[in-house]
Nanobody, 117 residues
Framework: QVQLVESGGGSVQAGGSLRLSCAAS????????MGWYRQPPGNQRELVAT???????NYADSVKGRFTISRDDAKRTVYLTMNSLKPEDTAIYYC???????????WGQGTQVTVSS
């Protein structure tokens, strides 16, 4: 079985920073894309950032210049460094990883990020 465990969420004031981590365990050794989605209160889940196996990144316009996605394949971990946080960044953040051998996508359990003004 494959599990993704997230950490690093919490409460912060506007302008602050947080770093989310998402580590995989189980039978997943080669990982294609990794990324982060978020779901604000009362809204649909939205894409935040992605990173390919080759390191190409993509960001939602709302987080460009403030968030940075990175990965460590040896640790099977994806990170999301969030700077200059705004109240509108408040959401549950979910990580995902794509396993090429099966075409499966795995999700983390979600971690709450709350930004107060």
């Amino acid at each position: 079985q494959v599990q993704l465990v997230e950490s690093g969420g919490g409460s912060v004031q506007a302008g602050g920073s947080l770093r989310l981590s998402c580590a995989a365990s189980g039978s997943i050794w080669t990982i294609n894309a990794m990324g982060w989605y978020r779901q604000p209160p009362g809204n649909q889940r939205e894409l935040v950032a992605t990173i390919t196996r080759g390191g190409t990144t993509n960001y939602a316009d709302s987080v460009k210049g403030r968030f940075t996605i990175s990965r460590d394949d040896a640790k099977r971990t994806v990170y999301l460094t969030m700077n200059s946080l705004k109240p509108e960044d408040t959401a549950i953040y979910y990580c995902y990883m794509d396993r090429p051998s099966t075409g499966s996508r795995y999700w983390g359990q979600g971690t709450q990020v709350t930004v107060s003004s």
